[in-house]
């Protein structure tokens, strides 16, 4: 128990202490243009006060179709970037590190937040049609369209993006989020992945999309900033993604820059 409260240092950063504090969607943009508010100052800022040594936001889309919900946050424009200040600059006065996960929802965008509705939001009703590594729909959700070869590209270079704007934003460290059955993930299981171009089929191609984030992050942010990767680290399905599946990519990760891995599992199925 008493490592818990033990400083923790990673690249240039230190936590003080190795209580984090998770992200939590929130799904409080109130008006739908991924923009943080008071919401997301007060939620993130009094578990800084509470004394947590890192305090990462909720999934925070790198473009508007990767939304959970159109009422997530997001860090594709300069807007977002400002916004976020405020927040950053008050985790880290309170004596925290501030960080944000990057994410994609892939087929498992454009849902209702639970007091909202439920299920799918059609596109006549605000929502849209999500993307994938497959044109197969998550159940109850609206059909993906499949990602081009050259999408899956230009995904990689607005990943790297959006990681420069969270360093601009003021965020200490940037997580990946590659689990519970969103677009990253959906590239790593063979239960979504049947792609037969560089980023599906084998292990390596499966995980190619991931490998090349890290790279591009890395790239754009340099050195000096953790990343850290959400892995799902199984798929609970013996034709899906396994626990030593999810230790041989994550070697590849830490090859590519990597710093941490954050263990998780599900949600592809």
């Known amino acids: 128990m008493a490592k818990l409260f033990e400083p923790l240092t990673i690249r240039s950063k230190t936590s003080r202490n190795r209580i984090w504090i998770a992200p939590m969607c ?22 800084a006060l509470g004394g947590a040594g890192l305090v990462m936001t909720e999934a925070t889309a790198i473009r508007p179709d990767g939304r959970i919900s159109p009422w997530d946050t997001g860090i594709w424009n300069d807007e977002q970037v400002e916004a976020w200040k405020e927040t950053t600059a008050f985790i880290k006065n309170a004596g925290a590190l501030a960080a944000i996960q990057l994410a994609h929802a892939g087929r498992k965008a454009s849902i209702y937040r639970e007091w909202s509705g439920s299920g799918a939001i059609q596109e006549a009703d605000g929502g849209w049609q999500p993307v994938s590594s497959t044109d197969e729909g998550f159940p109850q959700y609206n059909t993906p369209r499949e990602l081009t070869t050259e999408e899956v590209r230009e995904l990689v270079q607005e990943w790297a993006t959006a990681a420069k704007r969270s360093v601009e934003a003021g965020f200490d460290v940037i997580e990946i989020h590659a689990a519970h059955g969103y677009l990253v993930h959906q590239f790593l299981s063979p239960i979504t992945n049947q792609r037969t171009d560089e980023f599906g089929g084998s292990k390596v191609n499966r995980a190619k999309f991931l490998v090349d984030i890290v790279k591009a992050m890395r790239q754009e942010i340099g050195d000096e900033i953790p990343v850290i990767v959400r892995f799902s680290a199984t798929d609970y399905r013996e034709d899906g993604f396994t626990v030593a599946d999810c230790a041989e990519v994550a070697k590849w990760c830490e090859e590519a820059g990597a710093d941490l891995f954050d263990i998780s599992s599900g949600g592809i199925v």
């Not at 929130?26 to 939620?43: A, F, K, R, T």
Request: hydrophobic share 25%; charged share 20%; net charge negative.
């Open 26 to 47: 929130q799904y409080s943009c109130e008006d739908q243009d991924g923009i943080p508010n008071q919401w997301h100052l007060v939620h993130l800022g009094s578990r």
